[in-house]
């Protein structure tokens, strides 16, 4: 690994779940990182210096040697080659180190209804209390039978160790679990069990403002 120090850049409001899914990244590597805020309230991250940057806009953004690379799942591959001596962030089995990443994709691109009607926001700040529509009840019977079947009774995780689409499951989860919506029982512990790790309380510490009430 090159001297340079990586940098994460995210919102400053440090609400989002996919730059929260880098940071636990960087943090389980056990890398040391500085992170770079921007104000996505103000479009910050449309300005011609982040467009650039980021070539999507979009944050987190990891920078390596002047190398920037935006998607959440695609920075946690990327650390996984840039230290592979450091703590594993994905199964050692190929053919599980496969399904955590069909897991990570399926995640960010299914269950949009679930995001929209359960923000990630509601984990720092609190409840929403409109209850679920159905087609987000449907998705959410989606989530509980994927994670169901992917994690086997009695298991701390979903794939022997540790990996990264244990937090990114387990973030999709606690839109539900900290509104206190219905979880099945074994779900909601096994989110807890994430929320229990360095990495997440590290994460769940970043001094963060409640967004002010219009
Ligand atoms: N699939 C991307 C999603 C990134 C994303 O949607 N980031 C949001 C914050 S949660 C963002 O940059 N929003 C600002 C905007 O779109 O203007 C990832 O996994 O990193």
Not at 163 to 169: E, F, P, R
Not at 181 to 203: E, F, G, H, N
């Amino acid at each position: 690994m090159g001297s340079t120090k990586l940098k994460l850049y995210l919102g400053a409001d440090y609400v989002s779940a996919f730059a929260m899914s880098a940071f636990v990244a960087l943090k389980e590597k056990q890398l040391s990182f500085d992170l770079v805020t921007l104000d996505l309230k103000s479009r910050e991250n449309y300005l011609d210096s982040y467009r650039d940057l980021s070539l999507t806009c979009k944050i987190p953004v990891l920078v390596h040697e002047g190398f920037a690379l935006s998607e959440s799942s695609a920075i946690a591959e990327y650390l996984e080659e840039l230290a592979p001596a450091s703590k594993r962030i994905y199964p050692q089995d190929i053919k599980q180190r496969a399904r955590a990443r069909q897991l990570q994709a399926w995640l960010r691109s299914d269950l949009l209804v679930v995001r929209k009607e359960r923000p990630f926001d509601l984990v720092y700040f609190g409840k929403k209390d409109t209850p679920l529509s159905d087609e987000a009840r449907a998705a959410t019977d989606r989530l509980f039978h994927v994670a169901d079947r992917l994690l086997e009774e009695g298991a701390e995780h979903l794939f022997g160790d540790w990996s990264i689409a244990d937090t990114d499951l387990a973030i999709m989860l606690n839109r539900l679990v900290a509104n206190g919506d219905p979880v099945p029982t074994r779900l909601a512990a096994y989110v807890r069990r994430q929320w229990d790790r360095d990495s997440v309380r590290a994460w769940m510490d970043i001094e963060r403002k409640a967004p002010a009430i219009a």
